[in-house]
């Protein structure tokens, strides 16, 4: 197992954003996380980065664990967040927003590889590069979050919401880009509203409401059950 | 007065405004601390030029040894003083989550250890020390007196400024620091070591503080265990002016903050002269309410998080 989270609990003060959460990933999966606005589903993501220290339960990753490690520790161990938001930063040029994440291979020359893999798989970045990535639209910058959360050569890639905010057709670019980072091996935990996504992109899928996960299983099975629509929605767990 | 030779005081007043505002910037960004005991860092760096002692008279220490020996002196003595703060005061608090104003309070409080150590040392009589003599002259520039200390001063600044510029462009290091005073939490989420960057910038903001404190001498040869405090209020106004969280804005901030008051001071009728500061700081009152966001900020670069 990659990872895995076991009877997480996170407050923000005294309210639980997610009162009881396990869940794990193995490697070489697709995982999504879906559930309505609310549910804790960012929250169960920056937990597991390390932005937010969990009241109780315990996150492992390759068989340690990494509860109430720093942020750039969980980094350096292979775990990238794309965060909501994308939070890329606005006044750096796009080379530069690479190179603060090289630090983790230990600079720009050892990450050489990544630079040629994350341009060549978004192409539009070489073509921006030396332009401040506040300049770019909502779908470029969302390519810049995921290439510079690459470029720390994550073996768990955290992606939250990738197609928010933007058009269709930009979000099925960036699904399909997802799929193709599988197949170079790395491991996703992918965070979507839109269940249909969320289904056709995922191995497994989690279902989290009002932070509690209501259901999970394989992505084709649950795709299948017609209560999973009736529970995304506020039915009552499966008896 | 010359217009040129008032040109000239007014720059050299506002590149040293300039270099403080700039390192009380480089702290805020990747802290959001305002990080008062800046201008006490200034001061230490001053009496280490001399010995410490409670004697009257101030024999040169640092201030003695030859030219280049001195300036790495006195930037090795300022900088190692801006890393202890930060080690020893302001990471503990940090790690437990302390917000910015208690920060502000608890470099209050590193301000005023450091001025009463130095008190302790040294008394709280003034002294004197004379560094860099060939300085104190004045050159003559088409047929204008100006003086010598005053264009070192600009030219230092300008040089300082062009080498921080290029660094904080250039090295990766640099970098992470710009990206971290943008979005902390998310450049520790890349990996940036965030004790690292504090660190560096705090070391950065002590090189600047060093060179202030060598200028200052230069021009005043005056040591008081106060000097740090109108230095450190003027920084701390000329981020505000320009715009807190904006490295060039503070920089102009602090430029303009000098370089007013130098103007103020000559242009001023005598009788209103001692007033002078009222002036400024009222003129920053007037900038503010119509520039809340600060003189020298776009959009939202001023925005934080
Ligand atoms: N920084 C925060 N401070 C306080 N409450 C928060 C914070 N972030 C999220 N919450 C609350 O935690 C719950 C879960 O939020 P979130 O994890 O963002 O859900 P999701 O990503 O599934 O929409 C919500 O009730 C939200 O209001
Ligand atoms: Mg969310």
Same mark, same amino acid.
């Given at each position: 197992m990659l990872l895995s989270v076991d009877s997480l609990q996170v407050r923000y003060g005294k309210a639980p954003a997610i009162h009881e959460l396990s869940l794990c990933v193995s490697a070489g999966e697709i995982v999504c996380l879906v559930g309505p606005n609310g549910a804790g589903k960012s929250t169960c993501m920056l937990a597991i980065a390390g932005v937010v220290e969990p009241a109780h339960g315990d996150i492992q990753f390759e068989g340690r664990s990494i509860r109430g490690l720093p942020p750039e520790t969980i980094a350096r161990a292979g775990i990238s967040l794309v965060p909501e938001g994308r939070r890329?930063?606005?006044?750096?040029t796009v080379r530069e927003n690479l190179v603060v994440a090289s630090g983790a291979q230990g600079g720009v020359g050892q990450a050489k590889a990544q630079f040629d893999r994350v341009l060549a798989l978004f192409p539009v970045l070489q073509e921006r590069?030396?332009?401040?990535?506040?300049?770019? %639209?909502g779908g470029e910058q969302q390519q810049l979050a995921i290439a510079r959360a690459l470029i720390c050569k994550p073996k768990l890639l955290l992606v939250d919401?990738? %197609?928010?905010?933007?058009a269709p057709l930009f979000a099925d670019r960036v699904f399909q880009t997802l799929r193709s980072l599988r197949e170079d091996g790395t491991t996703l935990l992918v965070v979507e509203q839109s269940a249909r996504r969320a289904l056709a992109l995922a191995d497994r899928t989690y279902l989290l409401r009002s932070g509690r996960l209501i259901l999970d299983g394989p992505s084709n099975v649950l795709a299948a059950d017609p209560e999973f629509e009736h529970a995304y929605f506020g039915g009552a767990r499966r008896p | 007065m010359n217009i040129v030779q008032l040109l000239v005081d007014a720059a050299s007043l506002g590149s040293q405004y300039a270099l403080v505002a700039l390192g009380i910037g480089l702290v805020f960004g990747v802290?959001?601390?305002?990080? #008062?005991?800046h201008g006490d860092l200034i001061m230490i760096g001053a009496y280490?030029?001399?010995? +410490? *002692?409670? @004697?009257d008279l101030a024999a +040169?220490?640092? &201030? @003695?040894? +030859?030219f280049p020996l001195l300036i790495a002196g006195i930037l090795c003595v300022v900088t190692l003083v801006a890393l202890a703060t930060e080690r020893f005061a302001f990471r503990a608090l940090r790690k437990r989550g302390a917000d910015g104003s208690t920060l502000l309070i608890s470099s209050f409080a590193v301000s005023y250890l450091i001025q009463s150590l130095v008190l302790f040392i040294h008394t709280g009589r003034p002294k004197s020390v004379s560094i #860099? &003599?060939?300085? *104190?002259q004045q050159v003559t520039i088409h047929g204008v007196r100006v003086g010598l200390v005053d264009i070192v001063t600009i030219i230092v600044t300008i040089l300082l400024l062009l080498g921080l510029s290029l660094y904080l462009r250039r090295s990766r290091a640099g970098i992470e620091i710009r990206a971290a005073a943008e979005d902390f939490t998310m450049a520790r989420m890349l990996g940036v070591r965030a004790d690292r960057a504090i660190a560096l910038a705090f070391g950065l903001s002590g090189i600047l503080a060093a060179a202030v404190s060598l200028l200052y001498v230069a021009k005043t040869g005056v040591l008081d265990f106060r000097m740090g405090v109108p230095l450190a209020i003027a920084g701390f106004v000329g981020t505000v002016i320009g715009g807190m969280g904006s490295l060039p804005g503070a920089v102009l901030g602090g430029f303009s903050l000098g370089a007013a008051s130098m103007l103020l001071q000559a242009l001023l009728p005598a009788e209103l002269r001692p007033a002078r500061d009222a002036f400024v700081y009222g003129l920053v009152i007037v900038v503010l309410l119509f520039r809340p966001q600060g003189l020298f900020v776009t959009g939202n670069a001023g925005e934080r998080i």
């Amino acid at each position: 197992m990659l990872l895995s989270v076991d009877s997480l609990q996170v407050r923000y003060g005294k309210a639980p954003a997610i009162h009881e959460l396990s869940l794990c990933v193995s490697a070489g999966e697709i995982v999504c996380l879906v559930g309505p606005n609310g549910a804790g589903k960012s929250t169960c993501m920056l937990a597991i980065a390390g932005v937010v220290e969990p009241a109780h339960g315990d996150i492992q990753f390759e068989g340690r664990s990494i509860r109430g490690l720093p942020p750039e520790t969980i980094a350096r161990a292979g775990i990238s967040l794309v965060p909501e938001g994308r939070r890329i930063f606005g006044r750096l040029t796009v080379r530069e927003n690479l190179v603060v994440a090289s630090g983790a291979q230990g600079g720009v020359g050892q990450a050489k590889a990544q630079f040629d893999r994350v341009l060549a798989l978004f192409p539009v970045l070489q073509e921006r590069y030396n332009g401040y990535a506040g300049q770019l %639209s909502g779908g470029e910058q969302q390519q810049l979050a995921i290439a510079r959360a690459l470029i720390c050569k994550p073996k768990l890639l955290l992606v939250d919401e990738p %197609s928010l905010g933007l058009a269709p057709l930009f979000a099925d670019r960036v699904f399909q880009t997802l799929r193709s980072l599988r197949e170079d091996g790395t491991t996703l935990l992918v965070v979507e509203q839109s269940a249909r996504r969320a289904l056709a992109l995922a191995d497994r899928t989690y279902l989290l409401r009002s932070g509690r996960l209501i259901l999970d299983g394989p992505s084709n099975v649950l795709a299948a059950d017609p209560e999973f629509e009736h529970a995304y929605f506020g039915g009552a767990r499966r008896p | 007065m010359n217009i040129v030779q008032l040109l000239v005081d007014a720059a050299s007043l506002g590149s040293q405004y300039a270099l403080v505002a700039l390192g009380i910037g480089l702290v805020f960004g990747v802290m959001r601390m305002i990080n #008062f005991a800046h201008g006490d860092l200034i001061m230490i760096g001053a009496y280490a030029l001399v010995v +410490p *002692t409670a @004697a009257d008279l101030a024999a +040169p220490l640092i &201030g @003695a040894w +030859p030219f280049p020996l001195l300036i790495a002196g006195i930037l090795c003595v300022v900088t190692l003083v801006a890393l202890a703060t930060e080690r020893f005061a302001f990471r503990a608090l940090r790690k437990r989550g302390a917000d910015g104003s208690t920060l502000l309070i608890s470099s209050f409080a590193v301000s005023y250890l450091i001025q009463s150590l130095v008190l302790f040392i040294h008394t709280g009589r003034p002294k004197s020390v004379s560094i #860099f &003599g060939a300085l *104190t002259q004045q050159v003559t520039i088409h047929g204008v007196r100006v003086g010598l200390v005053d264009i070192v001063t600009i030219i230092v600044t300008i040089l300082l400024l062009l080498g921080l510029s290029l660094y904080l462009r250039r090295s990766r290091a640099g970098i992470e620091i710009r990206a971290a005073a943008e979005d902390f939490t998310m450049a520790r989420m890349l990996g940036v070591r965030a004790d690292r960057a504090i660190a560096l910038a705090f070391g950065l903001s002590g090189i600047l503080a060093a060179a202030v404190s060598l200028l200052y001498v230069a021009k005043t040869g005056v040591l008081d265990f106060r000097m740090g405090v109108p230095l450190a209020i003027a920084g701390f106004v000329g981020t505000v002016i320009g715009g807190m969280g904006s490295l060039p804005g503070a920089v102009l901030g602090g430029f303009s903050l000098g370089a007013a008051s130098m103007l103020l001071q000559a242009l001023l009728p005598a009788e209103l002269r001692p007033a002078r500061d009222a002036f400024v700081y009222g003129l920053v009152i007037v900038v503010l309410l119509f520039r809340p966001q600060g003189l020298f900020v776009t959009g939202n670069a001023g925005e934080r998080i």
